[in-house]
Protein backbone atom coordinates (compact mmCIF):
# COMPACT_ATOMS: atom_id res chain seq x y z
CA UNK A 1 0.00 0.00 0.00
CA UNK A 2 1.36 3.40 -0.80
CA UNK A 3 2.13 6.22 1.27
CA UNK A 4 1.97 3.86 4.36
CA UNK A 5 4.34 4.60 6.78
CA UNK A 6 3.77 2.35 9.82
CA UNK A 7 6.61 0.60 10.89
CA UNK A 8 6.35 -3.44 11.09
CA UNK A 9 8.93 -5.32 12.92
CA UNK A 10 10.57 -6.25 15.96
CA UNK A 11 11.71 -3.78 18.60
CA UNK A 12 15.78 -4.37 18.97
CA UNK A 13 17.94 -2.63 21.68
CA UNK A 14 20.99 -0.89 20.25
CA UNK A 15 23.30 -1.74 23.10
CA UNK A 16 23.27 -5.03 25.27
CA UNK A 17 22.84 -4.85 29.23
CA UNK A 18 25.58 -6.04 31.15
CA UNK A 19 23.40 -8.65 32.38
CA UNK A 20 22.56 -10.10 29.14
CA UNK A 21 26.22 -9.78 28.08
CA UNK A 22 26.95 -12.25 30.93
CA UNK A 23 23.75 -14.66 29.93
CA UNK A 24 25.25 -14.63 26.40
CA UNK A 25 28.11 -15.87 27.97
CA UNK A 26 26.77 -18.12 30.34
CA UNK A 27 24.42 -19.26 27.11
CA UNK A 28 26.57 -20.07 24.61
CA UNK A 29 28.88 -23.53 24.97
CA UNK A 30 30.65 -22.92 21.50
CA UNK A 31 28.98 -25.64 20.52
CA UNK A 32 25.23 -24.26 19.82
CA UNK A 33 24.14 -22.80 16.49
CA UNK A 34 24.10 -19.02 16.46
CA UNK A 35 21.02 -19.25 15.97
CA UNK A 36 20.05 -21.28 19.12
CA UNK A 37 21.78 -18.57 21.12
CA UNK A 38 20.09 -16.10 19.75
CA UNK A 39 16.35 -17.70 20.79
CA UNK A 40 17.77 -18.49 24.50
CA UNK A 41 19.22 -14.91 24.72
CA UNK A 42 16.24 -13.28 23.75
CA UNK A 43 13.66 -15.55 25.83
CA UNK A 44 16.15 -14.55 28.98
CA UNK A 45 15.84 -10.96 27.73
CA UNK A 46 11.62 -11.08 27.57
CA UNK A 47 11.84 -13.29 30.76
CA UNK A 48 13.58 -10.18 32.85
CA UNK A 49 11.35 -7.29 30.67
CA UNK A 50 14.45 -6.19 28.87
CA UNK A 51 14.37 -5.08 24.82
CA UNK A 52 15.15 -8.29 22.53
CA UNK A 53 18.69 -7.90 20.59
CA UNK A 54 18.65 -8.08 16.96
CA UNK A 55 19.93 -11.51 15.32
CA UNK A 56 22.95 -9.80 13.62
CA UNK A 57 24.01 -8.14 16.65
CA UNK A 58 24.28 -11.81 18.72
CA UNK A 59 25.64 -13.00 15.97
CA UNK A 60 28.53 -10.81 16.01
CA UNK A 61 28.89 -10.93 19.97
CA UNK A 62 29.24 -14.85 19.70
CA UNK A 63 31.85 -14.31 16.93
CA UNK A 64 33.83 -12.44 18.94
CA UNK A 65 33.61 -14.15 22.54
CA UNK A 66 34.55 -17.62 20.86
CA UNK A 67 37.37 -15.81 19.36
CA UNK A 68 37.97 -14.69 22.72
CA UNK A 69 38.02 -18.18 24.03
CA UNK A 70 39.88 -20.15 21.77
CA UNK A 71 42.60 -17.47 21.59
CA UNK A 72 43.43 -16.42 25.15
CA UNK A 73 46.64 -18.10 25.67
CA UNK A 74 49.56 -19.20 23.67
CA UNK A 75 49.45 -22.31 21.79
CA UNK A 76 51.37 -24.97 22.07
CA UNK A 77 53.59 -24.60 19.20
CA UNK A 78 54.39 -20.98 20.44
CA UNK A 79 55.36 -22.21 23.89
CA UNK A 80 57.79 -24.63 21.72
CA UNK A 81 58.99 -21.83 20.06
CA UNK A 82 59.42 -19.67 22.48
CA UNK A 83 61.67 -22.65 24.59
CA UNK A 84 63.77 -23.31 21.92
CA UNK A 85 64.48 -19.73 21.23
CA UNK A 86 65.57 -19.52 25.05
CA UNK A 87 62.42 -17.00 25.77
CA UNK A 88 61.06 -19.55 28.26
CA UNK A 89 63.04 -21.61 31.11
CA UNK A 90 62.56 -25.58 30.64
CA UNK A 91 60.33 -25.41 33.39
CA UNK A 92 57.85 -22.99 31.97
CA UNK A 93 57.93 -25.07 29.27
CA UNK A 94 56.44 -28.01 30.88
CA UNK A 95 54.41 -26.14 32.69
CA UNK A 96 52.76 -24.18 30.03
CA UNK A 97 52.70 -28.29 28.01
CA UNK A 98 50.41 -29.65 30.54
CA UNK A 99 48.25 -26.36 31.53
CA UNK A 100 44.74 -25.52 29.76
CA UNK A 101 45.39 -22.68 27.07
CA UNK A 102 43.26 -20.17 29.13
CA UNK A 103 46.15 -20.82 32.03
CA UNK A 104 49.00 -20.26 29.75
CA UNK A 105 50.97 -17.40 29.87
Same mark, same amino acid.
Given at each position: ?????????????????????????????? $????????? /???? &??? #??? =? @??? !??????????????? $????????? /???? &??? #??? =? @??? !??????????????
Amino acid at each position: MRGDTRIVGTVAAARMPQELLDALERIDDG $RLPIAEVAR /RLNA &EAD #ARG =R @TRT !SYERIRQLVHSTREL $RTHSGPSRA /RVLL &EGG #AGL =R @TLG !SVKDAMVAPRSERR
